[in-house]
């Protein structure tokens, strides 16, 4: 191998959000790890950075130590040690996290035809930043809906990962090592990513647009066809839930049939299935997004904020307002006992 064939191949930087998420991190850095180690040579450098140079803790409650600030990084842009790739780690409760000036960063490190990518939930700070307004993005299918409704200009994905061109975001979770071992079969080729797969014991490359959640039919324990498609319908439609009349018509049976098949499957009526998972949508939104209960009742397809507080409170025994208000508190008590 040539002294030139040697250089460093991208020079990355993972910035660390308060409360990150470690798997993602972690998968990322040990493939880059393992491709150096097969490659024999540094391919890949990398370095940690934080908004202010500070330790970062996880959401695991484990705080790392960075090598920079956003205000070192800045500079770097204009420098020898310029990086090719930036990327943006984070985890729980990010729609909390707004930073203006890390958002400035970001703009100006695209704007420099820097790659910009995220890891979990750091789509959030890059949609923040105006970055993925028009452009393709994945995110964790947990924070999928709260995403939507609040960033409408993002094209959001439950995929693995997207790349839309010098963007790229990741749902999470091991997904993240599929987003490394594509960007790595890009510079080395296929034969490379096999043996960092060996290395990790991973069977294959997943393809960027393999479901983030199981199957339904793994993922309920239901195997009637029909059942299945119409669920899948009313998981596609939950802001503006069809009638069963509706339903009955894209499924090519009557309505007493759908009764029935939803009261031997699912073991309740079709609507109160329908009602359980719109549900279950708002209280991702109510845990995961700061969006008012009143919007939070209408993307989930209720014509009114106290129809809404009725069925929440008959479903989960608390209304949306102490759904939230606990969350709040959880997390609060979690973060003293980790600063204790």
């Known amino acids: 191998m040539s002294v030139m064939s040697r250089q460093p191949k991208r020079n990355l930087v993972f910035f660390l959000v308060p409360d990150f998420t470690m798997l993602p991190f972690t998968a990322a850095v040990e493939t880059l790890r393992i491709a150096n180690r097969m490659l024999g040579y540094d391919a890949y450098t990398w370095r940690l950075c934080s908004a202010d140079g500070q330790k970062v803790q996880s959401s695991a409650g484990i705080a790392l130590e960075v090598n920079t600030s956003v205000a070192d990084e800045r500079k770097s842009l204009t420098g020898e040690n310029r990086p090719n790739m930036v990327l943006v780690c984070a985890g729980i409760d990010i729609d909390r996290y707004h930073n203006k000036t890390v958002n400035a960063w970001l703009r100006e490190t695209h704007h420099r035809n820097v790659s910009v ?47 839309d061109g010098n963007l790229y975001t990741c749902a999470g979770g091991t997904a993240s090592l599929d987003m490394m071992l594509n960007l790595i079969g890009q510079d080395f080729g296929e034969n490379l990513v096999n043996r960092i797969c060996e290395q990790q014991l991973t069977d294959r490359v997943r393809n960027p647009h393999d479901r983030q959640r199981l199957p339904l039919r793994a993922r309920l324990g239901v195997q009637n066809a029909k059942v299945l498609s119409i669920i899948e319908l009313m998981e596609n439609n939950l802001s503006e839930p069809l009638s069963l009349i509706e339903i009955a018509d894209d499924a090519g049976l009557s309505r007493r049939q759908i009764e029935r098949l939803f009261r031997q499957e699912m073991g309740r009526s079709p609507a109160r299935y329908y009602l359980d998972i719109r549900l279950d949508r708002a209280r991702h939104l109510l845990i995961q997004s700061s969006m008012p209960v009143v919007e939070v009742a209408v993307a989930c397809g209720f014509v009114s904020a106290s129809h809404f507080s009725k069925c929440y409170r008959e479903v989960f025994n608390r209304s949306p307002q102490q759904e939230r208000a606990e969350r709040k508190l959880t997390i609060a008590t979690s973060r003293a006992g980790v600063a204790a």
């Open 117 to 163: 990518g995220s890891l979990c939930t750091g789509a959030y700070v890059l949609a923040q930043a105006g970055l993925l307004n028009g452009k393709r993005c994945a995110i964790h299918w947990e924070n999928l809906p709260g995403f939507a409704e609040a960033f409408p200009q993002a094209e959001v994905y439950a995929d693995l990962y997207e790349v």
